[in-house]
């Protein structure tokens, strides 16, 4: 199976000093795309790694019925794209624009002039690609879980990193995606019914209300089944 590569939950923005902000901003200038439109293509060489500034983005590969499954959906501050990890390199799936997106793409070069420029700003992003080592062992741990916890998980990831807190304690977060039934279960490995069920079990549960990308969640009461 196609596995893309995409580094979530980094902190970018908050880890690097705005001296080496500054510095990265003028090296790496943004890049801005369309809702639906593509960043980059499987198979396209991986000339740079991009740093999404603004918006959602979705890593996709095609079905053998012609349609697409969604891999994974990044947002601000996470990393994609397999550039100058090694040369001569291509990228494994298709990057869409879910949103108006902006981006940061950082090549070998300019990533090698980050590093004569703003030595910190390189140790601090070596950080985030050895922290990325613990998302993947929990990715792989929870593979195995079944439909219904696995798009909890889902939803708790769009919740907490897309949602809007309803209260100041945080318990009900209001999300609206734009992710449909059959694209939220190409990313957890299950059916479209399987997963319209499983948000209709939720709802029962009264730990989800809403529909159609238009939620709101009990964060709380999600968690501990999450964790259950």
């Known amino acids: 199976m196609v596995k893309p590569w995409f580094v979530k939950d980094t902190n970018f923005d908050q880890r690097m000093s705005s001296e080496d902000m500054a510095v990265f901003r003028r090296v790496c200038p943004d890049r801005r795309y369309a809702k639906g439109e593509t960043i980059f293509y499987a198979g396209d060489p991986a000339t740079d790694l991009h740093v999404i500034a603004k918006g959602q983005i979705k890593l996709v590969t095609p079905t053998a019925g012609g349609s697409e499954r969604i891999l994974a959906v990044c947002g601000e501050n996470d990393f994609i794209g397999e550039a100058f990890l090694a040369e001569d390199t291509e990228y494994h799936v298709d990057a869409v624009a879910l ?45 195995y879980a079944p439909v219904k916890v696995r798009m909890v998980k889902v939803l708790l990831e769009q919740a907490q990193r897309f949602g809007q807190a309803e209260d100041e304690n945080g318990e009900w977060v209001s999300l609206r995606t734009e992710l449909k039934h059959e694209e ?14 499983a948000i209709a079990e939720l709802r029962d549960d009264g730990l989800l209300e809403g529909t159609r990308g238009n939620y709101r969640l009990n964060l709380p009461a999600l968690m501990s089944l999450s964790d259950a």
Not at 107 to 129: C, G, K, T, Y
Not at 184 to 197: D, E, G, Q, W
């Open 184 to 197: 939220l279960a190409s990313m957890i490995t299950a059916t479209r019914v399987s997963v319209s069920m």
């Open 99 to 143: 949103t108006e997106v902006v981006t940061c793409p950082v090549s070998r070069a300019q990533f090698l002039q980050m590093s004569l420029q703003a030595p910190n700003f390189v140790l601090n992003f070596a950080e985030i690609l050895a922290g990325h080592l613990f998302h993947c062992r929990e990715q792989l741990s929870s593979s």
